[in-house]
């Protein structure tokens, strides 16, 4: 059984994985209005993959007689000046999500809950990747500066990434 307190914890963490989604679909979307077909694919399978995330804890809750809460959700940022703009706020999101996982390891681990402290480390491993991804990014976006050539490369370099984190993650 889950205290209401983890529950509640829980619940929170539902809506900011529901609120991810969101804001990647949203990334993807504005990417695809602006011709960057690679960004796009790249922003809806981290959408897609959000998601999930926000499923796996909906079925935990309810497995552990608890109630997950669907509520209702944040309107995420629709347009940016740059694609640089966009991947700058997608990693502080990242550290967002982190910081609210380790919050959440904090609260089961004082509260003795030892079956959600052992649920949430999948969680901190895959915030460790996400983190990596977003800096890795980051670090090429800098690297190309203002070259489109650079830019165009990128894209399908993106589209790339996207296509096999997919191909990872569907084998494990």
């Keep these: 059984m889950l205290s209401k307190n983890i529950e ?5 963490q539902i809506r900011i994985e529901a ?3 969101q804001t990647y679909l949203s990334m993807a979307s ?3 209005t602006h011709g960057l077909e690679g960004i796009s694919k790249f922003m809806y399978a981290q959408s897609d993959e959000e998601r999930a995330h926000m499923l796996k804890l909906v079925r935990y809750i309810n497995e552990r007689g608890g109630h997950a809460r669907v509520s209702e959700l944040k309107a995420p940022k629709i347009s940016y000046e740059t694609f640089k703009e966009m991947f700058e706020e997608l990693y502080k999101h990242e550290i967002f999500v982190s910081e609210s996982i380790n ?12 079956a959600t402290h052992n649920f949430l480390q999948w969680y901190v491993a895959e915030q460790i990747e996400e983190e990596a991804q977003a ?6 976006i800098n690297l190309i500066g203002d070259d489109k050539g650079g830019l165009y ?5 993106i589209q790339q990434m996207a296509l096999n984190s997919s191909t990872t993650k569907a084998s494990k």
């Design 153 to 157: 490369l990128f894209d399908r370099d």
């Design 30 to 32: 504005w990417s695809e």
């Design 8 to 12: 509640l914890a829980l619940n929170h």
């Design 103 to 114: 919050e959440l390891v904090h609260i089961s681990f004082s509260e003795k809950d030892y």
């Design 135 to 140: 800096k890795l990014i980051l670090d090429k």
């Design 19 to 21: 609120e991810s989604s």
